[in-house]
Every structure is written in C-alpha cells, then in structure tokens.
C-alpha cells in the first residue's frame, strides 16, 4: 500500500500516532535553505573536504546488496556511495539541526527532561544505485543498552519517492516487542511467519518531511532505483540516564543533547 505524505497538525498528534502506530510525519519541517546546508556538508564529508577523522562511515557495496557490506573499513577515499555517515552530532550544522525547537519539543514530550545521542546518522542512497536495508528493529543486545531506546527522529534531505528506496513500515509492530533478543535485523524466517506482512506501509517523502520512528517498529528501505541522490538523516535519542553495557572496551557515553531544564 502506499500512503503520500499527510502532514500532522500538532506535535502531540505525531507523538500520539507513534505511540499507537510505531511511526508518523510531523509534516515537511524544513526548507530548500536548510537542506542545502545540510547536504552539503553531507557531501562534503563523503568527498573528504571535511577532517574524515571525526566521522564513521560506511561504504555501500559494489553489487548494491546489503549482504555484500564490508565493515570496519572506515573512510576509504573520496567517494559518493557511502551508504552510512555516523558520529554527525560532531559536525555544527548537523548538531544545530537536531537541536532544533521541534526535535527538542518531541524529545522532551517522549524521552524526558534529560536526552542523550544514541547515534546521528546519515542514510545515504547514491543516484547510480545503493543496496536495501532489510527489515530490522533498533534495539535489542546488539545495541548494548540498560534500557530500549524508543525515539528515532528522520528527515529526509531529498525528495524520497518510493522509487528511491522510500521507509516501509509494518504499523503496530513495535507492540510486539523484540522479534529476536539480540535485535538488528530480523531473520528472514521470522520474517516470513509474521501475520502483519499484508499491513506494510511504503512512506514515500518530501524533501524536509520529518517522521518519528519507534526503535522497535519493523521497517526497512529498498534499492534507489530513482536516478538521484536519496539522502536521510536520523537521530536515535536516549534517556540520559541510559548506560552503555559494553564491556570488551570502556563503556560509552552518551552525548547529552537537551539538559534538564
Ligand atoms: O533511511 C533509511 O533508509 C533507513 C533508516 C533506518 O532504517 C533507521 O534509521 O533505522
């Protein structure tokens, strides 16, 4: 099925509709000013014109299948097909973004009096091809938390038509809790035996649309099939109070993004 773009009106709408749904569009937020900052320096960044020291990156495969990823690899030269850009809460533009007064509304109203940065990520889709993102929840062991974190805040820096690899959700599924305890990606045979295949949802997004994305919500992206750059990007935000489990090297600590008031 697929569902336009169909602004809310208020934050507490959105908040109540994620709350019920796993996800929903706070609308088209941000203008052509805004986004152009912004995927500039996403560029920018991915052609090393930015110390590539301060970020995590990821490059896409060449078969454009997600199966076909290389990991730990880092930044390896100027290029546009990075598929992932993490730690941007480093970069100012990228932090004045996610500090703006409606993320800080949103994660006030959600998270609580104290927000901390899970991770700030770019979701990239080159224009000559990417690969997919399967089906996966935010959460789980693999993340290495004290708690689950539930808010992911997403805005989509190009037009994302669903020809470009748009979200799809599976509404409710958050309801269920974790489909493995270790999280991430779902198996595909777990995928296959859910009964809320046939409710899945394809987002497709304007340039400046925001969405609230529950951690545990199924979702995933296809291929970028449009011819054009699809870029996105997402912040994860935590209870300051969470901690991190980690024990094979220091735990890590979360970057405080809304004190308490
Ligand atoms: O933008 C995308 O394609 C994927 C985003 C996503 O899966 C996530 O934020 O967890």
Redesign the pocket.
Known sequence: MTDSASPVASIEQAVAEYRRHGFASLGRVFDDVALDRLRTRADDIMLGRVDPSTFFFQHDSESNRYADLSYGQGFIGPSPRYRKLEKLERDPLFLAHIQSPLFEAVARAVVGDHVAIYRA?L?N?AADGSSE?PW?Q?AGSYWGLDRTPEL?I?TALDEVPEQS?C?EFIPDSHLDGLATPLGGAIPADVVAKSSRLETIVQKPAQAGEVFL?HNLVW???GNNRSGRSRR?F?V?LLDGATRCLRRKRAPRQFFTVFSPK
Request: net charge positive.
């Open positions: 990520t979701f889709k993102i996966h935010d992911q997403w690899g979200l994305i979702h995933r992206s996105a997402t994860c």
